[in-house]
């Protein structure tokens, strides 16, 4: 028999709280992940009345022996509420969740819940059942004839573990796998209110695109709700509707997803900033009276008028973010690294089949595919890290590669070394922009504490070390960069930092992320790999789950392309593409359809810089002629519509060359 686990929330004052309500009669089934489930007596019975207002937290206070993580903060959920909580690392995000939840007890304050509200929460802490099977932790003892005729049940097992063994033992499963089932067990359940901390971690891009999609249709309009944290900003936008920035202990609410969120903090900053310029002119003013006034006024010491003109001199203009570019002084020559032939396999399993890639300098490329298909292997091949089974892996002599892996690898040596130890080892200063930076100096820019300098490279957290990996790196000085999931570990306004760093990088740029948010912003082009092989999509993520869908639906291998196909990037990208299937043509029909490809090719190029320009106009245009916009706007979505039937028109004639 299935264990039946019962989670009771104690509330911290039971004087303040709603009357306990009768307990519910037992679930019938529950997954073997239910410690991950928050699911008290209290709120386990049938909803009634109006369900306006779900929780509600008045005056919450949490600290710790070394500092106050929140210091008076009251809020409220409402059915509708989509909130996604974003902060830097160590902010209280996961603390915050914990209070709502009621695993958290606060020093002070209280949190309410509405009578009969069922309330279902992902921790980051795996709590499953090693010895039950991936089926029983899901569906439990329900036969399968009767999750089977349930529609929802049926696309959670397809969107997040329909790869796995239905039949194998949770302990034999990867940290991802074991993630996903505790999703899917989490989520095939009903839930009035949805806590989810890192929902994304270990899911690639058509897990989280499957995810977005899952929660947007979960609920019908204004009823559930939703707590989320996540670094993921393309996934907080889709679904979210909300947004809250925790930061020095408070908790500060904005309305839409991040794209609005950010709006909305970049105004908060400027009219701060204008305030503050209205307070410094009176300052100016009043010492320009001060200094008309009596002699007895103007009679001062000589530092003292030159403090006074240095404080009404105009301010220089604030300096850009994070940008070390120049830290790549290694040049690159012509050649950086060229994959010819490339076979690779693991025992009986096929990783990749005769792909050809040659990368050049300066290209700015993210890897794309599901997980397992092959795109940490594909970074050891280019790094050295693996050689081929077959083909040949050519580098540059002037190449000098820099990874930054899942796995922290290269800060295992130095775990028992405290951080200042760490950077006194390195180049004593570094300059940027023309001013000198010691790596103290640098790290602290990436965000990381003065006081954490002294910790030993151990027990730093997952984002500390991700920081102090990411300027280890940046100091070796490396003029091909490789980045495997980058955006583990770090936090909304790291990200930023990172994205601002990598998009001025001078040399060639090969990313690995399900963030599809960061590739968008820092890569130029995308490969995916498709059934053991490397292919260009032009149309990016979007093209990408197309081409998946696609294969899904054909049930084959529908977009893969092995070999030669996978060609050269950068300038080569159509030519390399159309060579694998000019075989299957005549001479004249392979030269006249490649001079199409790279005809519509240079058409999008130059229509891309033209909706670039249309986007400045549109930003640099009166916001109150609204008759104009509305011109630039129709004219941006011709140009746009124009784009789309070029892109369809570069696919067919390349699977006609492919053919």
């Known amino acids: ?67 106050i993580v929140f210091d008076s903060v009251t809020l409220g959920v409402d059915a509708g509420d989509m909130i996604g909580i974003v902060g830097r690392n160590g902010d209280g995000k996961s603390s915050l969740l914990g209070m709502l939840a009621g695993t958290i007890e606060p020093d002070s304050g209280r949190v309410t819940y509405r009578g009969g509200m069922r309330l279902g929460m992902l921790s980051q802490r795996d709590t499953m059942d090693s010895d039950a099977t991936v089926g ?34 949770v302990g ?39 995810l977005a999609r899952h929660i947007r249709n979960r609920w019908s309009k204004n009823s559930g709700a939703l707590l989320l944290v996540t670094h993921d900003r393309w996934f907080l936008d889709e679904v979210c509707n909300k947004t809250w920035e925790v930061h020095d202990q408070i908790v500060e609410p904005f309305e839409g997803g991040y794209a609005a969120y950010v709006l909305q903090r970049v105004e908060r900053d400027r009219i701060a900033a204008a305030t503050e310029q209205k307070r410094q002119n009176l300052m100016r003013k009043e010492l320009a009276w001060l200094r008309r006034g009596a002699p007895a006024r103007t009679s001062k010491p000589k530092f003292r008028i030159e403090a006074a003109n240095q404080l009404i001199a105009d301010v220089p203009e604030v300096r850009n973010p994070i940008e070390l570019k120049k830290m790549a002084t290694a040049r690159l020559g012509k050649d950086v690294v060229d994959l010819l032939d490339v076979s690779l396999s693991f025992g009986d399993q096929q990783i990749l089949d005769n792909v050809t890639w040659r990368i050049g300098p300066g290209e700015r490329t993210g890897i794309l595919g599901p997980n397992g298909a092959g795109k940490s292997t594909l970074l050891s091949l280019i790094s050295g890290e693996l050689e081929p089974d077959e083909g040949r892996v050519k580098r540059g002599k002037t ?11 290269e800060l295992d040596a130095i775990a028992g070394q405290k951080v200042r130890e760490v950077l006194s080892e390195s180049k004593t200063s570094f300059t940027i922009e023309g001013k000198d930076y010691t790596p103290a100096q640098l790290l602290e820019r990436l965000g990381f504490a003065k006081e954490h300098l002294s910790a030993r490279v151990k ?9 102090l990996q990411l300027l280890l790196l940046l100091m070796s000085e490396p003029n091909v960069i ?149 011109r630039l706007t129709s004219s941006l979505q011709e140009l746009k519509d124009e784009m789309t039937e070029l892109e369809e028109r570069w696919l067919e004639a390349n699977e006609a060359l492919d053919a």
Request: hydrophobic content about 40%; aromatic content about 6%.
């Open 482 to 630: 490789i980045l495997d999931e980058p955006t583990n570990d770090v936090d909304s306004d790291m990200l930023a930092a990172m994205e601002d760093l990598l998009d001025s990088w001078p040399a060639t740029l090969i990313v690995v992320s399900h963030d599809r948010y960061l590739l968008e912003r820092v890569t130029d082009q995308q490969y995916a790999i498709l059934d053991h092989g490397l292919r260009h999509v032009p149309g990016g993520v979007d093209e990408y789950l197309k081409l998946r869908a696609e294969d899904a639906k054909s049930g084959g291998s529908k977009g893969a392309v092995t070999g030669r196909g996978a060609g050269n990037s950068g300038s080569g990208n159509a030519n390399s593409s159309a060579d694998s299937g000019a075989d299957a043509l005549s001479g004249a029909e392979a030269r006249a359809a490649k001079k199409e490809v790279s005809s519509i090719e240079r058409r999008m190029d130059k229509l891309s810089k033209r909706i670039a320009r249309g986007h400045d106009e549109m930003a640099d245009h009166d916001q109150t002629d609204f008759e104009g916009l509305q």
């Open 172 to 210: 034999s499963l990867s940290g991802g796998q074991r993630r996903r089932v505790a999703l899917a067990a989490l989520l095939i359940e009903d839930w009035d209110l949805l806590i989810l901390d890192e929902p994304t971690n270990h899911l690639d891009v058509d897990g989280i695109s499957w």
């Open 399 to 409: 190449v000098k590669v820099g990874v930054l892996d899942q796995q922290f690898k």
């Open 1 to 67: 028999m299935k264990t039946q686990h019962n989670f009771i929330f104690a509330p911290a004052h039971p004087d303040t709280r709603p009357p306990r309500a009768p307990a519910p009669a037992p679930v019938p089934w529950l997954p073997a992940s239910y410690p991950r489930m928050l699911v008290p007596d209290l709120l386990c019975t049938k909803l009634e009345g109006d369900m306006a207002h779900l929780l509600g937290a008045e005056a919450l206070h949490l600290e710790y022996p070394t500092r």
């Open 459 to 467: 027990e730093l957290s997952g984002g500390q070390k991700r920081r």
């Open 136 to 169: 029983y932790s899901v569906v439990g003892d329900m036969d399968d004839h009767e999750w089977a005729r349930d529609a929802k049940a049926r696309d959670i097992i397809a969107g997040l573990i329909a790869d796995l063994d239905w039949n194998a033992t």
